[in-house]
Protein backbone atom coordinates (compact mmCIF):
# COMPACT_ATOMS: atom_id res chain seq x y z
CA UNK A 1 0.00 0.00 0.00
CA UNK A 2 2.50 2.31 0.57
CA UNK A 3 4.14 1.80 -2.92
CA UNK A 4 0.60 2.88 -3.82
CA UNK A 5 0.44 5.62 -1.71
CA UNK A 6 3.63 6.57 -3.25
CA UNK A 7 2.70 6.42 -7.16
CA UNK A 8 -0.27 7.88 -5.71
CA UNK A 9 2.19 11.24 -4.46
CA UNK A 10 4.46 11.23 -7.78
CA UNK A 11 1.29 11.18 -9.58
CA UNK A 12 -0.39 13.95 -7.64
CA UNK A 13 3.15 15.87 -7.41
CA UNK A 14 3.44 15.03 -11.49
CA UNK A 15 -0.37 16.58 -11.63
CA UNK A 16 0.18 19.79 -9.78
CA UNK A 17 2.06 21.68 -13.17
CA UNK A 18 -1.29 20.41 -15.11
CA UNK A 19 -4.04 21.75 -12.32
CA UNK A 20 -1.81 24.58 -12.37
CA UNK A 21 -1.74 25.27 -16.20
CA UNK A 22 -5.81 24.17 -16.18
CA UNK A 23 -6.70 26.89 -13.42
CA UNK A 24 -4.39 29.43 -15.80
CA UNK A 25 -6.54 28.35 -19.08
CA UNK A 26 -9.75 28.89 -16.70
CA UNK A 27 -8.41 31.88 -15.63
CA UNK A 28 -7.54 33.02 -18.42
CA UNK A 29 -10.59 32.20 -20.71
CA UNK A 30 -12.76 33.52 -17.78
CA UNK A 31 -11.17 37.20 -18.28
CA UNK A 32 -10.11 36.84 -21.85
CA UNK A 33 -13.22 35.28 -23.47
CA UNK A 34 -16.13 34.45 -21.16
CA UNK A 35 -16.34 37.56 -19.66
CA UNK A 36 -16.25 39.74 -22.69
CA UNK A 37 -18.08 37.15 -24.54
CA UNK A 38 -21.09 37.34 -21.68
CA UNK A 39 -20.76 41.21 -21.71
CA UNK A 40 -21.08 41.29 -25.51
CA UNK A 41 -24.25 38.58 -25.63
CA UNK A 42 -25.93 40.63 -22.77
CA UNK A 43 -25.56 43.71 -24.52
CA UNK A 44 -26.50 41.90 -27.63
CA UNK A 45 -29.96 40.48 -25.92
CA UNK A 46 -30.28 44.00 -24.58
CA UNK A 47 -30.48 45.72 -27.87
CA UNK A 48 -32.42 43.32 -29.24
CA UNK A 49 -34.94 43.29 -26.35
CA UNK A 50 -34.90 47.26 -26.49
CA UNK A 51 -35.40 47.17 -30.54
CA UNK A 52 -38.35 44.61 -29.77
CA UNK A 53 -39.70 47.28 -27.01
CA UNK A 54 -38.87 50.02 -29.20
CA UNK A 55 -40.64 48.51 -32.17
CA UNK A 56 -43.59 47.73 -29.55
CA UNK A 57 -43.73 50.85 -28.88
CA UNK A 58 -43.19 52.43 -32.08
CA UNK A 59 -46.22 50.28 -32.95
CA UNK A 60 -48.52 51.03 -30.82
CA UNK A 61 -48.06 54.85 -31.56
CA UNK A 62 -48.72 53.87 -35.24
CA UNK A 63 -51.97 52.44 -34.19
CA UNK A 64 -52.65 55.25 -31.77
CA UNK A 65 -52.23 57.77 -34.78
CA UNK A 66 -54.04 55.02 -36.73
CA UNK A 67 -57.17 55.50 -35.05
CA UNK A 68 -56.76 59.00 -34.12
CA UNK A 69 -56.64 59.37 -38.26
CA UNK A 70 -59.85 57.39 -38.33
CA UNK A 71 -61.27 58.89 -35.57
CA UNK A 72 -60.77 61.89 -37.36
CA UNK A 73 -61.91 60.50 -41.24
CA UNK A 74 -65.21 59.59 -39.28
CA UNK A 75 -66.28 63.12 -37.35
CA UNK A 76 -64.82 64.47 -41.05
CA UNK A 77 -67.53 62.19 -42.87
CA UNK A 78 -70.00 62.99 -39.84
CA UNK A 79 -69.27 66.68 -40.72
CA UNK A 80 -70.08 66.50 -44.40
CA UNK A 81 -72.66 63.88 -43.95
CA UNK A 82 -74.33 67.37 -41.71
CA UNK A 83 -73.63 69.66 -44.08
CA UNK A 84 -75.61 67.86 -46.97
CA UNK A 85 -78.16 66.76 -44.64
CA UNK A 86 -78.53 71.30 -43.94
CA UNK A 87 -78.25 71.58 -47.35
CA UNK A 88 -81.02 69.41 -48.39
CA UNK A 89 -82.85 70.56 -45.48
CA UNK A 90 -82.42 74.27 -47.02
CA UNK A 91 -83.17 73.55 -49.84
CA UNK A 92 -86.48 71.85 -49.14
CA UNK A 93 -87.34 74.49 -47.29
CA UNK A 94 -86.80 76.90 -49.92
CA UNK A 95 -88.53 74.77 -52.50
CA UNK A 96 -91.35 75.08 -49.99
CA UNK A 97 -90.92 78.38 -49.64
CA UNK A 98 -91.01 78.82 -53.32
CA UNK A 99 -94.01 76.67 -53.87
CA UNK A 100 -96.05 78.54 -50.84
CA UNK A 101 -94.71 81.94 -52.70
CA UNK A 102 -96.45 80.35 -56.27
CA UNK A 103 -99.49 79.59 -55.08
CA UNK A 104 -100.10 82.33 -53.00
CA UNK A 105 -99.77 84.51 -56.09
CA UNK A 106 -101.12 81.68 -58.48
CA UNK A 107 -104.43 82.06 -55.57
CA UNK A 108 -103.63 85.75 -55.67
CA UNK A 109 -103.97 86.26 -59.67
CA UNK A 110 -107.23 83.84 -59.48
CA UNK A 111 -108.79 86.43 -57.16
CA UNK A 112 -108.13 89.28 -59.17
CA UNK A 113 -109.48 87.28 -62.38
CA UNK A 114 -112.45 86.27 -60.56
CA UNK A 115 -112.72 89.63 -59.24
CA UNK A 116 -111.73 91.16 -62.93
CA UNK A 117 -114.50 88.33 -64.02
CA UNK A 118 -117.28 89.75 -62.11
CA UNK A 119 -116.39 93.55 -63.06
CA UNK A 120 -116.80 92.33 -66.55
CA UNK A 121 -119.97 90.48 -65.73
CA UNK A 122 -121.36 93.63 -63.55
CA UNK A 123 -120.30 95.72 -67.08
CA UNK A 124 -122.26 93.36 -69.17
CA UNK A 125 -125.14 93.14 -67.04
CA UNK A 126 -125.33 96.79 -67.39
CA UNK A 127 -125.07 97.30 -70.94
CA UNK A 128 -127.13 94.25 -71.51
CA UNK A 129 -129.54 95.82 -69.08
CA UNK A 130 -129.44 99.41 -70.55
CA UNK A 131 -129.40 97.83 -74.27
CA UNK A 132 -132.97 95.81 -73.73
CA UNK A 133 -134.15 99.28 -72.59
CA UNK A 134 -132.79 100.73 -75.14
CA UNK A 135 -134.30 97.76 -77.15
CA UNK A 136 -137.79 97.89 -75.52
CA UNK A 137 -138.30 101.98 -75.51
CA UNK A 138 -137.25 101.34 -79.48
CA UNK A 139 -139.76 98.61 -79.99
CA UNK A 140 -142.48 100.09 -77.93
CA UNK A 141 -141.95 103.41 -80.34
CA UNK A 142 -141.77 101.75 -83.34
CA UNK A 143 -145.24 99.86 -82.23
CA UNK A 144 -146.89 103.20 -81.25
CA UNK A 145 -145.56 104.84 -83.97
CA UNK A 146 -148.74 106.09 -86.09
CA UNK A 147 -149.12 103.18 -89.00
CA UNK A 148 -147.56 104.89 -92.85
CA UNK A 149 -149.65 104.53 -95.68
CA UNK A 150 -149.19 101.56 -97.83
CA UNK A 151 -147.48 103.91 -100.66
CA UNK A 152 -145.17 104.20 -98.18
CA UNK A 153 -144.63 101.30 -96.93
CA UNK A 154 -144.02 99.72 -100.89
CA UNK A 155 -142.00 102.16 -101.92
CA UNK A 156 -143.94 103.02 -104.80
Known sequence: MEQTLRQLGELLLGAIPTVLLLATLYVLYTFIVHRPLTAVLAERRSRTQGAMEKARADIAVAEARTAE????????RQKVFK??????????????????????????????????????????????????????????????????????????
Do not use: C, F, H, W
Open 69 to 76: YEQSVREA
Open 83 to 156: NQEARRQQATQLRTQAVQQARARAQEQVKQARAAMEEDKQQAMAKLQSDAARLATDIVRTVMRPMASPSQAGGQ
